[in-house]
């Protein structure tokens, strides 16, 4: 199971630190059948009185008082969650609650002894600095599993949350609403008007909704609550209060539609015999974003030719492994409400970001090789043309989910070096997506079934031009079950997948890194370069203890056969295993001694192919405490024993690996501080091939004032791997070669934020970044499975020409065949300054000016000092862009 490095801040409310005390597979939905929380028997949860407007609707100007809020039911009597669970708050707290034909209307008074010493920052919306806080969380579904939490500090920073499965958040969902603040001698008030248009519930004449408020003390990292919450419970929502007397109110008619444009202009180097390349080129372009209630219950999100100008870009990689890198999906369409999509395959750190649908896929870097051309303008990523998304749930307990988009066809344009148009190259098929998920909740939700299915479609013909599937398909079915007072959980799914294409595609599948079909030890797999489709399956079941004390385990297995892919729409690394685990957590959430909180984590697990062999065997175990001074701490070590790969020669036989050991630490400190600190480092020994490699990073954070932060971070990874992958030689025999590395990876992330307002801020983003690698010591491999590491490798001697390619007699003939030296030295940098303007609710202006520099040369040596001279050297690629979105509503 997944490690935690170091608890999550306080002001984050309460998912993030209940989730310290759950695995991943601990939480579930539930349904709206009667209310049913499935708590344990204790205190009944508090009731407050909604009051119905006598007058005109209150001023949302943060001062309370009109007379309908003197009338109105008080909720108080707050307890605290954390630092010292149960106890009274240091500071009292009220809240009430309005409401009128279109709106609700809270009102909280944030009783303070000290209104000189409230901490009130201003950032941008949804950020949460370290702050004061209010928040009201609202269950208006009443299925005791998802919630809307609205929030606010005293400077007026907005944060909106959508809370599903009980404890988990989507921070992406952006609500409507308004709110205001005051600071007063008595200390400090919020006034929210929250229209019934962000919410969800049905056309009952008299409603009744789940209910919490939360205060949060910065100075004190104090939360404290209305409706009492421990954190042995393992829930959130399923605990929450409730909200009556909402009499005559019905679900509004919902419909936004936000168009937007914009206009860019880049200035990158290039040729000026380039007949494509423009020393100014302008682009401008018009969509919209539309939101639709269907139902009361169900939502259609619409969006036309979308643009994620204003998305950060990702940071540098290197990879030199056989599998694709994992990028995080920062596009808002994708990202928002993406929780009823989430199906993700494997638990713990290794494989969490594996799973059904990963929307990067949609409009995704065109895949086709351009070739027979001098010169070639070819499109970076895929056109979205449009998509759209409904979701939502209704009132018998069904999580309804559906996305589908649509790509546009991507042609490359050619020309000859002398600058006539040749004709253009296909690059990308125009694609259709989709992924449908349902669930229904039984039992009150603790328990429930679920369906998923994703697809992808594509014209045959043009797929075939590019040997890549024409369709791709997957369904499944998943369980939850809660039991023994909501102690314990049993998880279970099964998927089935094809895809489809011609020949070469199938082939191409055959022999990805996923499943090497190619192996010729595996007799269990057989390439069949004839087939058009691939069919296969995966399968997971789980059992654990999730709340009730301080123990926590979960014990369970899962499996993947060799056919099944679902990388279309998609991640997955590997398949053709089993792989049993085990995870043992002490968890001791409540203060003792000088520590507020601390845990203890014991993983293992033993994977192995269908056909029976050894993959690996291995453990971990992990800790990490909070003191009272809440500074945090984190480490951990892990050894595996050794096993059989089968990616280490990229469809060869297996390859030994031998045992390692490793381990990583870190610390960070009190984040109530202008001045913060954390640090973190790995390290690793694989003693048979004499490999070590090392990795340290930390993160300098300062609040010069409430409205800046300036942060810098640098990282330094440092690695020598006694065998690394260089090549296949086929030479009568397939020879497989490999070298010592020395490869060394610095950069620096440096971040500087200035809020002028809770509308309007500027955010600066710079990391140059350096990787440099140098092989030296070749060897082959001549006994894949030999017990020691000199037995299953020879050496072989190299020269180096004056050319930088390397010869080397391989096969032993005498005659040196050429390598082309794999030393690389890679450079980055890249930056970007975002103003973003909230001129009106829901209406945004992006101003964005992103700016990226890159050399690469075949040379391993590193100089930092040298190699961001060289770096800084090179002709940048600038592009401005202002974007702005109308709010209709």
């Known amino acids: 199971m997944s490690r935690v490095h170091s608890a999550p801040c306080a002001h984050r409310l309460l998912a993030a630190t209940i989730a310290l005390a759950l695995p991943q597979a601990a939480v579930g939905q539930g349904p709206r059948e009667g209310g049913e929380s499935g708590a344990p028997h204790g205190p009944p949860p508090p009731t407050l009185e909604a009051h119905r407007l006598s007058g005109p609707p209150p001023q949302v100007d943060g001062v309370l008082r009109e007379a309908d809020w003197r009338s109105a039911s008080v909720a108080q009597e707050f307890v605290v969650f954390e630092p010292d669970e149960g106890a009274r708050p240091t500071q009292p707290t009220e809240a009430r609650v309005l409401y009128g034909p279109e709106a609700l209307y809270v009102g909280i008074r944030a009783f303070d002894t000290a209104p000189d010493s409230i901490v009130r920052r201003l950032a941008r919306r949804d950020d949460r600095p370290h702050s004061d ?498 500074w945090r701490a984190y480490a951990g070590v892990r050894a595996t024993g050794w096993g059989l790969s089968n990616t280490a020669l990229r469809g060869g036989p297996l390859l030994r690996v031998d045992p390692s050991v490793g381990g990583w630490l870190g610390f960070a400190s009190d984040y109530r501080k202008d001045l913060q600190l954390r640090f973190g480092g790995n390290w690793g020994i694989t003693a048979a091939s004499d490999s070590r490699r090392y990795g340290i990073d930390a993160t300098l954070r300062w609040r010069p004032s409430s409205r800046a932060t300036l942060a810098a971070g640098p990282f330094l990874n440092r690695s020598e791997e006694g065998a690394q992958w260089v090549g296949r030689y086929d030479l009568g025999d397939a020879h497989y070669l490999f070298a010592r590395l020395a490869h060394t990876t610095t950069g620096m992330t440096m971040r500087a934020d200035w809020t002028f307002s809770p509308e309007l801020s500027l955010q600066l983003y710079a990391q140059p970044f350096v990787s440099a690698g140098s092989y030296d010591e070749y060897r082959q491999v001549v006994n894949p499975r030999a017990a020691a590491f000199a037995d299953r490798f020879a050496s072989i001697g190299v020269r180096t020409d004056a050319d930088g390619d390397i010869g080397a007699d391989i096969d032993g003939d005498g005659t040196p065949e050429t390598i082309h030296a794999p030393d690389f030295n890679f450079k980055q940098f890249r930056s970007n300054a975002v103003l973003r303007w909230e001129y009106r609710p829901g209406s945004t202006l992006f101003a964005v000016w992103s700016q990226g520099r890159n050399h690469y040369a075949s040379d391993g040596g590193f100089s930092l000092g040298g190699d961001l001279r060289t770096l800084m050297e090179q002709s940048a690629d600038n592009v401005l862009m202002v974007k702005a979105s109308y709010w209709i509503g």
Not at 167 to 193: C, H, K, M, P, Y
Not at 396 to 408: A, E, F
């Open 133 to 630: 806080w209010v928040d009201v969380v609202i269950d208006s579904y009443l299925d005791r599993r998802t919630a809307f939490r609205f929030g606010v500090n005293p400077a007026g920073v907005k944060s909106d949350v959508y809370i599903f499965d009980d404890t988990n958040e989507d921070d992406s969902w952006d609500a409507v609403w308004e709110v205001a603040t005051q600071i007063d001698d008595l200390g400090w008030t919020a006034e929210f008007r929250i229209p019934y248009s962000q919410l969800r519930f049905d056309g009952a004449v008299r409603q009744s909704w789940g209910l919490n408020f939360v205060r949060y003390v910065g100075r004190h990292l104090e939360t404290s609550l209305w409706a009492p919450i421990s954190r042995g419970d393992g829930a959130m929502v399923s605990r929450f209060g409730m909200l009556v007397g909402l009499d005559g109110i019905s679900p509004p008619m919902r419909l936004e539609v936000t168009p937007y444009s914009l206009a860019s202009v880049q200035a990158a180097p290039g040729s000026a015999d380039d007949p494509f390349h423009a020393d100014r080129d302008f682009a401008s372009m018009l969509g919209a974003d539309a939101k639709y209630g269907i139902t009361s219950d169900l939502t259609l999100d619409l969006t036309v030719n979308p643009d994620f100008g204003q998305v950060e870009a990702d940071p540098a990689q290197v990879n030199l492994s056989a599998f694709e890198t994992f990028l995080d999906e920062r596009r808002p369409f994708f990202v928002e409400g993406a929780n009823i999509f989430a199906f993700g395959f494997s638990p713990g750190d290794d494989g969490e970001d594996e799973g059904l649908f990963y929307p990067r896929r949609i409009g995704r870097a065109p895949r086709g090789a351009v070739s027979g051309a001098a010169y070639a303008d070819v499109p970076r990523q895929t056109r979205i043309l449009g998509a759209l998304k409904l979701s939502g749930k209704t009132d018998s307990g069904w999580s309804l989910g559906l996305l589908h988009s649509v790509t546009r066809r991507e042609d490359a344009r050619l020309a000859d070096s002398g600058g006539t148009r040749l004709d253009d190259q296909l690059v990308e098929p125009s694609a259709h997506y989709g992924v449908a998920r349902a669930i229904k909740d039984l039992r009150g939700g603790r328990s429930a079934v679920g369906l998923i299915s994703t697809w992808s479609r594509r014209d045959a013909a043009a797929a075939g031009e590019l040997a890549i599937h024409s369709d791709a398909y997957a369904v499944g079915a998943d369980g939850r079950h809660r039991f023994g007072g909501d102690r314990f959980i049993l998880r279970a799914y099964l998927l089935g997948s094809t895809v489809r294409g011609s020949a070469a595609a199938i082939e191409r599948t055959q022999r990805s890194p996923a499943r090497y079909f190619q192996r010729p030890d595996a007799d269990h797999l057989e390439l069949d370069p004839t087939r058009t489709s691939l069919s296969g399956w995966a399968a997971s079941t789980m059992f654990g203890k999730i709340s009730g004390g301080y123990w926590r385990f979960a014990a369970g297995a899962m499996a993947r056969s060799p056919g099944f892919d679902s990388n279309d729409l998609g991640f997955m690394r590997e398949t053709d295993f089993v792989s049993p685990y085990l995870w043992i957590g002490f968890q001791h959430y409540r203060p003792s001694g000088p520590f507020q909180r601390w845990n203890v984590n014991l993983n293992g697990w033993m994977p192995r192919s269908l056909g029976g062999d050894r993959y690996q065997m291995g453990g971990n175990i992990n800790g990490n405490v909070t003191l009272r001074g809440f």
